[in-house]
């Protein structure tokens, strides 16, 4: 569509047959019109899109906990949220099948958080009591940057429910448990812990050369896979 103003010659905006007319800074200009790009269907990127599409799921159903573990890292990479992070880290944890349109997510290797936060050692998780999950692990309080009262955060996804829930404990505890929703009962659920440090001003460990911020973070730990006691 076209639009004449009451100059001499007459401004010209908008689309004119091929050519879409537009005055910037008192100029005339024109570029020739294209369609509305057809969504592609490459193979490369239909994987893609459901590569990411895996992600963004994944993502929205452990906001929570990423929230807190990707917070700082956000802020370093001045990406605009934590979300953002994670979907960047771990798209290339998750893969496509394009004979069976399947797609699989390496659970071990994705990440939850990231920080220098010293980070605990996790030693296992157990399903034995109902709709529970247990994670013991050694808290390292001995390691120049961890406090006692360091937050620990255990989270637990349910793939068939794209659900998560959060405990949170402590460093010198050893042990956590995540109480779970009875919908929980008989779900194979993955997973994972990290450590929140408690420092409320800016700290330098000299020993290992880093900074801890409030709110900064370890980088997080996949602690194992179950089915959940009903």
Not at 9 to 14: C, I, N, P, S, T
Not at 34 to 59: E, M, W, Y
Not at 80 to 86: E, I, P, R
């Amino acid at each position: 569509m076209s639009k004449t103003s009451k100059n001499v010659l007459g401004d010209q905006r908008g689309k004119i047959g091929k050519v879409v007319g537009k005055v910037v800074d008192g100029v005339q200009m024109y570029s020739a019109y294209t369609d509305a790009v057809k969504n592609p269907r490459s193979p490369k990127q239909i994987a893609h899109r459901a590569r990411f599409t895996a992600a963004v799921s994944l993502g929205k159903a452990m906001k929570g906990a990423i929230n807190i573990g990707l917070r700082n890292e956000a802020a370093r990479r001045r990406l605009n949220s934590a979300f953002n992070v994670f979907v960047k880290n771990n798209m290339d944890k998750i893969t496509y099948d394009a004979e069976t349109a399947v797609v699989t997510t390496d659970y071990q290797h994705v990440g939850i958080a990231e920080g220098d936060t010293p980070f605990v050692r996790f030693t296992g998780a157990t399903f034995t009591e109902a709709m529970s999950v247990t994670v013991t692990y050694t808290g390292n309080s001995d390691t120049p940057g961890a406090m006692d009262d360091d937050s620990v955060y255990v989270v637990v996804y349910a793939p068939a429910l794209n659900s998560s829930v959060i405990a949170i404990g402590t460093r010198s505890a050893g042990t956590l448990t995540v109480n779970l929703p009875t919908v929980y009962g008989g779900e194979t659920v993955h997973v994972w812990g990290f450590v929140r440090t408690a420092v409320e001003d800016v700290v330098q460990v000299e020993a290992y050369g880093i900074t801890l911020k409030p709110g900064e973070c370890s980088v997080s730990s996949y602690v194992g896979s179950g089915v959940v006691e009903g």
